[in-house]
């Protein structure tokens, strides 16, 4: 067992026989949820931190599920005795997301409405029934799960990427249950690119011939190719072009091109290889039910602002001469400088506009916050966490800001980096700050 590792550790399933409204309107008539746990509850049960998953991970963030399990839990190096997240002091808490696949209720578990259905004899999975899920959602169970197990309230809830998103709602959401707020490599919503890579990704699945409309465990088939090529794109956008330049350059596979289309460059192969391995472990379904719930994250929008942009263009009068016509097209030139000029101001208005509604939307929160990125992180840039860096600075909310110089890309979160690993050891373990700093909406 490596040393200062929380050991072996048995998940548990907790039951919740009471029905789950979800954000989409539709009804989960009870849930499962799988939940790990690692350290000792304290008699106030102050000293519990929850840790949020990202799309491809679980229950299972620390310690081994065997003696003789080689593989350990996808955050070991963060979460364990005397580490970032000490297990000697914490006790923490990692709960695996309903829509999963991994023991939680999801794609792949029994639809208690085909057990009615056909009198308990051929139940079937929900597969693509299974109703789509957002980060709000997640964050209700898991306060439904906080009630279980009698923590009022949170001494932090941690997360990366779209851990770190799950964070972030509950500050919105709950803003009196938790006390630290550790939102890293995220973002306060998707892009228009990062929402096109996930449509790639699920397109890529969904036009798999052994898809079958997101019923192939009925049909016996499995979209393998599909989620291989949804992986290999996600893949790439988690790496750097410089990363991947000095762990594969341009080395082929076998020494020489073969002049086909198999696998002849080295980043080819692993690529395969990232894409052929996910593809064992990961449910197709469940991984359209992550990205759309990716997609839809956005914690400004119950506090959108109501000013609209006038969108209405002055009409443009018919020319009836060639001098009108040239002095149309000196008119247009100007008014092409003056559109890009225009551009510039739209976009500077759009931030302003976004950055408002960040404001109203963390105006009522209560915790203190850390936020990391990572210098070469381009699918959830710094730019996207210094936006909610300027939001809750905007709101005199206690926060404090690190950008981590990682050659790891947005992977970086999973790194063992000393100066990432202090940053949240130390902020977990800082006094509370129990007065707000005065709105100055700049960064230091």
């Excluded at 939680?104 to 029934?129: E, F, K, L, R």
């Excluded at 228009?192 to 790639?200: K, P, R």
């Amino acid at each position: 067992m490596a040393a200062g590792s929380v050991g072996v550790v048995t998940p548990q399933k907790f039951h919740f026989a009471e029905p789950l409204t979800l954000e989409c309107n539709r009804t989960l008539p009870s849930f499962d949820l799988m939940v790990e746990t690692y350290g000792t509850l304290n008699s106030d049960k102050s000293n519990a931190i929850l840790i949020c998953h990202a799309l491809s991970g679980n229950h299972h963030a620390a310690g081994f599920h065997s003696v003789d399990d080689k593989k350990a839990g996808w955050w070991d190096n963060m979460i364990g005795p005397n580490k970032a997240i000490d297990t000697n002091r914490f006790y923490v808490v990692c709960v695996n997301n309903i829509g999963s696949c991994f023991g939680s209720t999801g794609p792949t578990t029994i639809n208690p409405d085909s057990v009615d259905a056909n009198n308990s004899d051929d139940p079937q999975v929900y597969g693509p029934d299974f109703p789509l899920i957002t980060i709000k959602d997640w964050v209700k169970t898991q306060a439904m799960l906080s009630d279980r197990l009698g923590i009022d309230v949170w001494h932090a809830i941690v997360g990366g990427s779209m851990g770190g998103m799950q964070a972030l709602q509950w500050s919105v959401d709950y803003p009196d249950r938790l006390k630290r707020c550790v939102v890293i490599a995220s973002t306060p919503k998707l892009s228009a690119q990062n929402i096109a890579f996930n449509e790639v990704a699920r397109q890529s699945i969904l036009s798999d011939p052994d898809f079958k409309d997101g019923r192939y465990i009925q049909a016996g088939t499995y979209p393998r190719r599909g989620l291989i090529l949804a992986r290999m794109v996600g893949h790439i956008t988690y790496l750097t072009d410089d990363a991947m330049k000095a762990k594969f350059g341009r080395d082929l596979k076998s020494g020489k091109f073969m002049y086909g289309y198999d696998v002849e460059f080295q980043v080819e192969s692993y690529l395969r290889y990232q894409g052929e391995r996910f593809s064992e472990n990961f449910d197709a379904n469940t991984y359209l039910l992550m990205t759309k719930a990716l997609d839809y994250f956005d914690p400004t929008r119950d506090y959108s602002s109501a000013v609209a942009k006038d969108t209405t263009e002055p009409a443009v009068p018919l020319e009836n001469s060639i001098a009108a016509s040239v002095e149309s097209s000196k008119a247009n030139a100007q008014n092409e400088l003056e559109d890009a000029v225009a551009t510039i101001e739209d976009i500077e208005s759009d931030r302003q506009q976004e950055l408002a509604a960040l404001k109203a939307a963390f105006a009522h929160t209560q915790c203190q916050y850390l936020v990391v990125s990572f210098t070469t992180d381009w699918r959830f840039a710094p730019e996207r966490s210094q936006e909610i860096v300027d939001a809750l600075m905007a709101n005199g909310k206690p926060v404090s800001y690190i950008n981590i110089d990682a050659p790891h890309g947005h992977d970086s979160f999973l790194f063992d980096i000393p100066r990432y690993m202090g940053a949240v050891e130390g902020f977990l373990t800082a006094p509370f700050i129990t007065h707000h700093r005065p709105a100055t909406g700049e960064r230091s």
